[in-house]
């Protein structure tokens, strides 16, 4: 067998291992069997947590980190990456703005602010990149971006002047919106935003109705929540032409993609999309002759945009053979033999063991890449 190119391109195993330790483990085992085999590692994400670990680790990029204010407004160290080339900033908005950094009783999406995110892209614009990319996932807000608007120098006025809106309650109060002092440096930045759910902005499938309650919003808190951004996509409407409370996905983190939107102009695309193209998956693949991909559990929902599927699709269109590796594998998961993997492989050992499986990943993970270069020196 010549030499040969392995590209592993695995998304984190949650709660255990970050997508390039998975990558690692994958590559140490193979390398056991077949020592000559250039692997090449590739950890991908979908805009969710461990994004920004992951363009890190995929182009050689570098973490910043900084105090921001969290969504009480309190200040909290944060953190965001640079691709290594310098000219992308890749920013998890629940690294400011997120729902862990609450406990369970400070939850109130009447008053949490994503102020911190908007925080992060100005530290991101200081240092000059030409394009941000949002993941907006995990969010502890409601207040339809307009934190992160003020962040950015945009004000909003009320009966009496200026006033400053912290949290989904006070946009009920703003009546004009004032663009003109918006960092100018926006209009030169490519903003996209990572967003994977595809609620409007209000009504029975909002971000109110659908994500309030997780956020600590009781159904008579909801209606309120919903009433206010009814009344701000209007504003955004009228006085900003941005009809955009109906696009699919305005209605993520609590109103945040229509405030980015409306707002920053910002696009938003398909997380696995946006991040196969910053660590340019689709070359890499074209010159690899069997690609890897695998995430903690596939099963039948892998393939409804999960970042395995997303890479299994991408190495079909190219003719590629793939294999899937799993902590877990569900017996639904063959489904996806039909959609583009040739091999599942789960890493479990022993039967139902899942905590070991947990302890034990990156062991497990390398015994795994063994088994598979066994199977690929099989000249049969």
Not at 5 to 15: E, G, Q, R, T
Not at 332 to 357: H, K, N, T, W
Request: glycine share 14%; hydrophobic share 45%.
């Amino acid at each position: 067998m010549g030499e040969m190119n392995i590209l592993i391109a695995p998304d984190s195993f949650k709660d255990c291992l970050s997508a390039i330790e998975v990558a690692s483990a994958l590559a140490r085992g193979i390398q056991k069997i077949i020592p000559d085999v250039s692997c090449i590692l590739v950890p991908m994400a979908d805009g969710g947590e461990g994004t920004v670990q992951s363009v890190i680790d995929a182009t050689q990029g570098k973490r910043v980190e900084l105090m921001v204010m969290d969504p009480l407004m309190r200040e909290v160290d944060s953190f965001y990456g640079i691709t290594g080339d310098g000219e992308t900033a890749v920013i998890e908005m629940a690294a400011a703005s997120g729902i862990e950094l609450l406990k369970g009783n400070e939850r109130d999406p009447w008053i949490t602010s994503t102020f911190g995110t908007g925080q992060l892209i100005k530290d991101a614009l200081d240092r000059g990149v030409k394009k941000i990319l949002l993941g907006i996932g995990g969010s502890a807000t409601n207040d339809g971006g307009v934190g992160m608007a003020q962040a950015l120098g945009v004000q909003f006025s009320g009966k009496y002047g200026i006033i400053s809106v912290q949290g989904g309650g006070a946009l009920g109060e703003v009546e004009q919106i004032h663009m003109d002092g918006l960092d100018p440096r926006v209009a030169g930045t490519e903003i996209v935003v990572a967003c994977d759910v595809s609620n409007p902005l209000t009504g029975s499938q909002g971000a109110s109705a659908i994500y309030g309650p997780q956020k600590g919003a009781d159904p008579a808190l909801v209606e309120k929540l919903d009433r206010n951004l009814v009344h701000f996509a209007e504003l955004m409407r009228d006085q900003l032409g941005k009809e955009v409370s109906g696009v699919p996905g305005a209605g993520a983190a609590g109103g945040l993609g229509a405030g980015l939107m409306a707002f920053l102009d910002a696009r938003l695309l398909r997380g696995f999309d946006i991040i196969a193209g910053v660590v340019g998956l689709e070359k890499k693949i074209s010159e690899a002759d069997l690609v890897i991909t695998g995430e903690g559990k596939m099963d039948a929902q892998t393939r409804f945009g999960k970042t395995p599927f997303g890479v299994a699709l991408m190495a079909k269109e190219q003719g590629k053979p793939v294999i899937g590796v799993a902590g877990t594998l569900d017996a639904d998961a063959a489904v996806l033999y039909e959609l583009g993997f040739d091999l599942l492989m789960p890493i479990q050992e022993r039967p139902g063991d899942l905590e070991s499986s947990l302890k034990n990943g990156e062991q497990l993970l390398e015994r795994c890449g063994e088994r598979m270069a066994r199977l690929l020196r099989m000249e049969i």
